[in-house]
């Protein structure tokens, strides 16, 4: 598995990354059910005089690859060369299904077209912005086990050499038996493995680098309710070695819609995204977009922190739109663009915060150089975030920054660290600050909760008496006393890699293709 050096530190997403990635270009195989999408629109004006039925003028069809085969169409659409290994039918949405993949650039000589095979399709009606009726058609009885022989044989060949495979498993009944035994039985097994099943249990045996179920798919997991109405990621958390034992992982990733993700790592690693509010266009395959995304960036070395907040992206890009779709890695680009250079002035920071009070919505801050982003810092905004419902973080100036750092600081001018911290998913709003401590900030924008991490107790900061002065909270969060700056600035100019959990540099290339998503 190829590797860039850049992205292996990489602790927070800028345009340029999703660039990176194309340009890496990994082989991944995606493996799992194919399906044909169809969107059929239309208008009606009138009820059908045989039965209580509106009468559907058909103006449009579109068809699109769905399933595993939309996890394909999105893993290659962010510059991955893509082999896919699946089943359909010798029928019209088989062949549609074929062409659809190949005109995307993607190796189908793994897509087994049987004649004893119906392709599954799923046609949604639409009248307006509205799911009128959704038209299934699927397999009527079990595969045929000559069709399931060939698939097994084309997972040996479409895996081999490759940087990553993703199993997408939907529960029609194909990747049991030969399949999943071909998959067991590898010998030139990819350095990644990413299953995203209806039910990750039965691969728990292939022992995978990440699994990926949704809040309902870990509901049923544990057999646990997942009430949006409760704190879903708590429970979840507080399940964690339930979810290992069951999935077999050595990361799991729960997708919680609305809520964002929770990454849960063996090694006690946590991380959370946060999903960007959408309204609802019937958008169909998010979960397909974020898996693919977050493949593609972990097959190219990206961290597993950073890949997940790359599939947030990937996803919050999707569900905005209608139907089933793609996210590419210009769409990539644009949506992180809007972040850069996006520190707001005080005064207009004050009136946004005072809509968010109005909404009854606790208003956290922190401060700080920010100035090369790391691990340390993400995983500080992350527990930041979960002290209340809107974080703001304000950055030192330039000038603060040489004042308290020194000359050869800031490394990243304002505007460039301001862009990506507003990035990062955890993140509401940024501002920026000319004095040496944020005191005059906090004054002007009243915080709920101030928030500073490091060696500090409240007593030793002087903020702490402006924020109880008019009833705020000041909270220190936790340390990682192996994650500095000053370690990051020392080991770029240096040029050689970091240890894993210290400071001192490596003395000899780690090895590469193990575990590729063991570590954050």
């Keep these: 598995m190829r590797s860039d050096p850049i992205l292996s530190i990489c602790s927070a997403l800028t345009p340029d990354i999703p660039v990176r990635l194309r340009y890496m270009s990994p082989v991944i195989t995606v493996i799992g059910d194919a399906m044909l999408d169809g969107w059929w629109h239309g208008h009606s004006e009138r009820m059908a005089r045989e039965a209580p039925a509106p009468v559907v003028a058909m103006t449009r069809k579109q068809f699109v690859p769905g399933g595993a085969a939309n996890t394909a169409m999105n893993v290659a659409s962010m510059g991955a060369r893509v082999r896919f290994v699946g089943l359909a039918g010798e029928d019209e949405s088989g062949l549609r299904l074929r062409d659809e993949l190949d005109h995307a650039g993607i190796d189908v000589s793994g897509l087994i077209l049987h004649p004893g095979v119906t392709t599954i399709t799923k046609n949604r009606i639409i009248v307006g912005d509205q799911v009128l009726a959704r038209l299934d058609e699927a397999q009527p009885g079990e595969y045929p086990a000559e069709a399931l022989e060939q698939v097994a044989a084309a997972v040996g060949r479409a895996t081999s050499g490759v940087a990553a495979q993703l199993i997408c498993d939907y529960r029609t009944g194909m990747l049991p038996g030969p399949v999943r ?12 493995t990413v299953v995203d099943a209806h039910d ?15 809040a309902e798919e870990t509901a049923q997991l544990l057999k646990v309710p997942l009430d949006p109405a409760t704190d879903r990621v708590r429970t979840v958390l507080d399940l964690a070695p339930r979810l290992f034992h069951d999935t077999g ?17 063996r090694d006690g690693t946590q991380y959370r995204t946060w999903a960007q509010p959408a309204a609802d266009k019937q958008a169909s395959g998010a979960g397909d977009t974020f898996v693919a995304a977050l493949a593609v960036g972990r097959s190219c070395g990206l961290p597993l922190t950073t890949s997940l907040d790359l599939a947030q992206c990937a996803a ?16 990539l680009v644009a949506h992180l663009a809007q972040f850069s250079d996006d520190a707001l002035d005080c005064d207009e920071l004050v009136r946004q915060l005072s809509e968010q ?38 950055i030192n100036s330039d000038d603060s920054v040489r004042r308290l750092k020194g000359d050869g600081r800031p490394i990243n001018p304002v505007a460039d660290r301001a862009g990506v911290l507003a990035a990062l998913s955890c993140v509401d709003y940024v501002t920026t600050f000319e004095t040496d401590t944020p005191v005059p900030l906090i004054e002007r924008i009243r915080p709920d909760i101030y928030a500073k991490g490091g060696d500090y107790r409240a007593e030793e900061l ?59």
Aim: charged fraction near 25%.
């Design 200 to 214: 990750p249990s039965p691969w728990a045996e292939l022992r995978p680098d990440i699994v990926t179920p949704n």
């Design 316 to 331: 919050d890009v999707v569900v905005s739109r209608f139907g089933t779709s793609v996210c590419s890695t210009s769409d």
């Design 249 to 265: 992982a050595a990361s799991v990733i729960v997708t919680l819609d609305r809520d964002g993700t929770v990454m849960m790592g």
């Design 462 to 520: 002087a903020e702490t008496e402006v924020v109880r002065g008019y009833g705020g909270d000041v909270r220190i969060l936790d340390y990682l006393p192996a994650h500095s700056t000053t370690a990051v600035v020392r080991r770029i100019r240096s040029e050689r890699p970091l240890e894993r959990g210290s400071e001192r540099p490596l003395e000899r290339p780690a090895r590469r293709g193990t575990n590729a998503a063991g570590s954050a």
């Design 357 to 394: 009070r109005k909404a009854g919505r606790r208003i956290v801050l922190t401060n700080g150089c920010f100035d090369v982003l790391h691990r340390g810092h993400t995983a500080f905004l992350n527990q930041a975030k979960r002290l209340g419902d809107v974080l703001v973080v304000a």
């Design 181 to 192: 035994r071909a998959l067991l039985e590898q010998t030139d097994r990819p350095p990644l």
